[in-house]
């Protein structure tokens, strides 16, 4: 077995109010996040997905409980740097992650940070916008980009500190259909090279993408597992106010009416496949 890239054990977290007042907002969170994965995290507004997201690179540290990052503590203030490298985190507004006015120079913005020579970092940038389809971009003013394209040059950015992990907390949240497949697209591209995703979503398609779904409710995680287990769990979906992706919605109303019909869809594509094999059955029993 692998050794997993990001392990939480027993994780609690308080925000501080005032001098007398907290609030737990994490309850003894303990999961385990492999190289390679991609994981979605899914829950209510306020349920804690956030606070969760911060603790995958240091940016918080657990008020009891403990993080580790390729197997460094992220209370050791001695490994910051080694744990920021290995795991990139995407936010939710693109324009307040852009901070340069040519898109290569924003790209190049973390290399300079950390002194990378000039001509590792030609080869950085190049490779960061070749993943994420914006290499012909490279000498553009990056406020004249669509959101969508925005986002892929912060991802750029975050891709050229060559990180093991990105997590993205509703990073397509501001975005446009058009933006989300722009995203969800480079996302794939990345799984499949390898690189672990860790996404936070209120999009339950995008969520149906992830090998894993962990569902959280008020700082816990309620339940987790492949997103086909997942969305069959409506019952308990709907208590916590999720929903579930139109492809199983879709695939559940006809099973309905049709029982032989498949109800644990969860891709759009999976319908039409469905539709031609039902049809392709009965063509042949007719
Ligand atoms: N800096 C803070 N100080 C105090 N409380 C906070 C702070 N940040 C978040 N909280 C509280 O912690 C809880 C969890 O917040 P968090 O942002 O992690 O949730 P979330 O699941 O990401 O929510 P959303 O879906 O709205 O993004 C909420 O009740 C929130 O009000
Ligand atoms: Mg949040």
Redesign the pocket.
């Known amino acids: 077995m692998k050794e997993p890239l990001i392990r939480m054990e027993g994780v609690s977290f308080d925000?501080?109010?005032n001098s007398e007042e907290v609030?737990r907002?994490?309850r003894d969170v303990s999961l385990d996040i492999y190289p390679g994965e991609y994981v979605a995290i899914i829950?209510?507004?306020?349920?804690?997905?956030?606070?969760?997201?911060?603790h995958f690179n240091g940016i918080l540290k657990p008020t009891e409980g403990n993080v580790y990052v390729a197997g460094f503590n992220t209370k050791d203030d001695r490994y910051r740097r080694e744990i920021r490298r290995r795991v990139g985190m995407v936010f939710?507004h693109p324009d307040n992650q852009i901070v340069a006015t040519i898109v290569e120079d924003d790209v190049a913005f973390g290399l300079e940070n950390i002194g990378v020579p000039p001509r590792e970092m030609r080869k950085r940038i190049d490779a960061a916008l070749e993943a994420v389809g914006m290499s012909s971009y490279r000498n553009r003013p990056p406020h004249h980009l669509s959101g969508g394209q925005k986002q892929r040059v912060a991802i750029a950015g975050v891709l050229a500190m060559e990180p093991r992990c990105l997590v993205l907390?509703?990073a397509t949240s501001m975005l446009d259909a058009h933006g989300r497949r722009e995203i969800l697209q480079v996302l794939r591209r990345l799984h499949q090279r390898g690189m672990t995703i860790i996404a936070?979503s209120?999009h339950m398609s995008e969520a149906a993408e992830a090998d894993r779904v962990l569902v959280?409710e008020a700082?816990r995680i309620a339940m987790e597992g492949p997103p086909r287990e997942i969305f069959q769990r409506q019952e308990l979906l709907r208590r916590l106010q999720l929903d579930i992706p139109v492809a199983t919605r879709l695939a559940g109303r006809i099973h309905e009416r049709v029982p032989d019909f498949q109800p644990d869809l969860i891709h759009p594509r999976e319908i039409v496949d469905e539709v031609v094999r039902i049809a392709g059955k009965k063509g042949a029993a007719g």
């Open positions: 925000y501080r109010l609030v907002v994490l829950g209510h507004n306020g349920s804690g997905k956030s606070t969760l997201a911060k939710q907390d509703e936070v209120h959280i700082g």
